[in-house]
């Protein structure tokens, strides 16, 4: 049976075993999916082991998605420009290297209804997260994305590396009389219980995204709620999403993101 690995460090949390067998009960495919634990030194080792014993492909997850990518004999442009690859393939003998994450959230905000075309997009941070997604929600053709970080310069110099008119930078202060259709968060801000300090009115009537999602509503949607937003929505999608489309990279064939996430909300 093929033999499919996500690697992280931790990696106990992770959903995506679960999440690509389901896929594979969905679309009849016979699959092996499971997680590894990898010590930090030994990221190149293991993969140099998948290639020797068959495996045909893995998922990256922290902190390796950066050395994943140094790795790789091929690389698609998405995964270059995210600078960080999450999927990769073993043939014949070389490793071929994509990222999925910016496609897994266009599709969770599309099954939202969301409309992507001409609209104008804020995105929170500037980090590894939030450059994954620029390319997939530039393909999309939104009027404007404005990416504001706490770090300035960060920002600017995340946007020279795109080339595209649509993209602008500035910090959270600059934000203030601006009027956005869709904010999408993808600092880590409220992994530590924090949001990022924009104010009020920026959320009222406007749909509000988190690349994070838990048990309970992030504190960033929490807080989006109670300042007027028309809807919020966690970052689950964005997981099944990118999965799904991994899975498509594998086997060619897209499953279908609600029905998984369903059970993953009933599982809580
Ligand atoms: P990731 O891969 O999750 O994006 P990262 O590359 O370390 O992680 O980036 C974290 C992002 O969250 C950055 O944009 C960071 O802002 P800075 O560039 O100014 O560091 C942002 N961030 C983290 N904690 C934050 C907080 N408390 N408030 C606002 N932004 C925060």
């Given at each position: 049976?093929?033999?499919?690995?996500?690697?992280?460090?931790?990696?106990?949390?992770?959903?995506?075993?679960?999440?690509?067998?389901?896929?594979?009960?969905?679309?009849?495919?016979?699959?092996?999916?499971?997680?590894?634990?990898?010590?930090?030194?030994?990221?190149?080792?293991?993969?140099?082991?998948?290639?020797?014993?068959?495996?045909?492909?893995?998922?990256?997850?922290?902190?390796?998605?950066?050395?994943?990518?140094?790795?790789?004999?091929?690389?698609?442009?998405?995964?270059?420009?995210?600078?960080?690859?999450?999927?990769?393939?073993?043939?014949?003998?070389?490793?071929?290297?994509?990222?999925?994450?910016?496609?897994?959230?266009?599709?969770?905000?599309?099954?939202?209804?969301v409309e992507l075309?001409?609209?104008?997009?804020?995105?929170?941070?500037?980090?590894?997260?939030?450059?994954?997604?620029?390319?997939?929600?530039?393909?999309?053709?939104?009027?404007?994305?404005?990416?504001?970080?706490?770090?300035?310069?960060?920002?600017?110099?995340?946007?020279?590396?795109?080339?595209?008119?649509?993209?602008?930078?500035?910090?959270?202060?600059?934000?203030?009389?601006?009027?956005?259709?869709?904010?999408?968060?993808?600092?880590?801000?409220?992994?530590?219980?924090?949001?990022?300090?924009?104010?009020?009115?920026?959320?009222?009537?406007?749909?509000?995204?988190?690349?994070?999602?838990?048990?309970?509503?992030?504190?960033?949607?929490?807080?989006?709620?109670?300042?007027?937003?028309?809807?919020?929505?966690?970052?689950?999608g964005m997981l099944?999403?990118?999965?799904?489309?991994?899975?498509?990279?594998?086997?060619?064939?897209?499953?279908?993101?609600?029905?998984?996430?369903?059970?993953?909300?009933?599982?809580?």
């Amino acid at each position: 049976m093929d033999q499919y690995l996500v690697f992280g460090n931790p990696i106990k949390q992770s959903r995506s075993p679960i999440i690509h067998q389901l896929f594979a009960n969905q679309t009849q495919q016979q699959l092996n999916y499971q997680s590894k634990y990898v010590e930090l030194n030994e990221f190149s080792a293991t993969i140099a082991r998948c290639i020797k014993t068959g495996v045909k492909g893995a998922n990256v997850t922290v902190p390796f998605k950066e050395e994943a990518m140094a790795l790789c004999n091929q690389l698609t442009e998405r995964a270059q420009l995210a600078g960080a690859v999450n999927t990769l393939s073993f043939v014949n003998g070389e490793i071929w290297g994509d990222n999925t994450d910016g496609q897994g959230l266009v599709q969770d905000l599309l099954n939202n209804n969301v409309e992507l075309k001409n609209s104008r997009i804020l995105l929170l941070g500037a980090g590894g997260a939030a450059k994954g997604v620029i390319l997939p929600l530039l393909a999309q053709l939104p009027a404007a994305i404005v990416i504001a970080n706490r770090t300035i310069a960060k920002a600017e110099s995340l946007i020279t590396k795109f080339n595209n008119e649509k993209l602008s930078s500035c910090g959270f202060t600059d934000l203030n009389d601006e009027k956005f259709d869709l904010i999408i968060n993808a600092t880590s801000a409220s992994l530590s219980g924090n949001i990022p300090p924009i104010s009020n009115e920026l959320v009222a009537n406007t749909l509000c995204y988190d690349m994070v999602y838990g048990k309970e509503l992030t504190p960033f949607l929490k807080w989006a709620k109670e300042h007027g937003a028309i809807k919020v929505i966690d970052g689950l999608g964005m997981l099944v999403g990118q999965a799904a489309e991994s899975f498509r990279v594998w086997r060619n064939v897209l499953p279908e993101i609600t029905p998984v996430l369903n059970i993953l909300r009933k599982e809580g």
